[in-house]
């Protein structure tokens, strides 16, 4: 008698135990996770929504792309004018192909483009694709690139940044993935972000790519996961990404980190070539 009441005691004190768990799993905030394991339980579809693959012969698709047009460093002290010539920005043999050259241009030295799908492809969590070859030469810095529509949480870096892509010149074939917010910048050196070799980074396509979540963001180059930045729950200082962003490309010149050592001017033109763009909506 003793025995059995001892193994219905053990047995209701595990019932109550498995209780009190399942209620606080389930009065936990959506998105709000310390790892982000919760991300296993998301799909994408298997269709993009948005893509270009870029067809056709000459400027980048209107419909799909407008320029940021100008220089005065851009925040970073960078060495280009941004412009929206074809000499800069084309689209041939199914490649865009953005080309940083040394040619004065509206008192910079170089020229480029920077490409915005700005009010033009706008996006709220999914899958982010793309198929680049990056440019050589030191002074370089290729980006590809997501900044928020609206600003909802105040100027950079309140509203944040995803930086699906950055590679800087004198440091041939690290790429890095890195995501900016109010908390975690490098101003602050809080910064969130990994980096990984890519061998050929410039001389083959590799395709580099993040996740975006409600739980996390978590970036990848070639299919393989080299960064994860989960949603820590604790308000938009440390995650701003429950806004709408949208895609930037481009190649600056020089700056605070692109120009770190120097830039190799004999390098230029230089290109950065971009096989398809491709967004995979989040599927719940």
């Not at 809080?190 to 410039?202: C, I, L, M, N």
């Amino acid at each position: 008698m003793i025995k059995s009441l001892s193994v219905v005691c053990i047995a209701l004190v595990y019932a109550v135990c498995l209780s009190c768990s399942s209620a606080k799993e389930a009065d936990a905030p959506r998105g709000a996770t310390s790892d982000s394991s919760a991300v296993k339980s998301w799909r994408f579809a298997s269709t993009p929504v948005w893509a270009d693959e870029f067809e056709g012969e000459g400027k980048p698709d209107p419909d799909k792309w407008s320029y940021d047009i100008g220089g005065g460093g851009w925040g970073n002290h960078e060495l280009e004018y941004y412009t929206d010539s074809q000499q800069n920005a084309s689209v041939s043999d199914g490649l865009l192909t953005i080309t940083a050259r040394h040619q004065p241009t509206e008192g910079m030295e170089y020229s480029s483009a920077r490409l915005a799908t700005k009010n033009k492809g706008d996006f709220l969590y999914g899958r982010f694709e793309a198929k680049a070859k990056l440019p050589v030469g030191k002074g370089t810095w290729p980006a590809i690139w997501m900044l928020p529509t609206d600003w909802a949480y105040g100027s950079w870096p309140k509203s944040g940044e995803i930086d699906i892509m950055e590679h800087v010149g004198y440091d041939q074939d690290r790429v890095h993935v890195t995501v900016h917010t109010e908390a975690y910048n490098h101003r602050l050196g809080t910064q969130k972000g990994k980096d990984k070799v890519v061998e050929h980074a410039s001389t083959e396509f590799h395709v580099y790519r993040i996740d975006w979540t409600p739980d996390a963001i978590k970036g990848y180059i070639d299919d393989e996961q080299m960064f994860d930045y989960p949603n820590e729950g604790t308000g938009p200082a440390v995650w701003p990404f429950d806004k709408k962003f949208h895609w930037l490309l481009n190649v600056a010149v020089g700056g605070d980190w692109g120009g770190t050592e120097g830039v190799d001017s004999e390098a230029f033109p230089t290109a950065m070539q971009v096989d398809y763009v491709r967004v995979y909506p989040l599927v719940e």
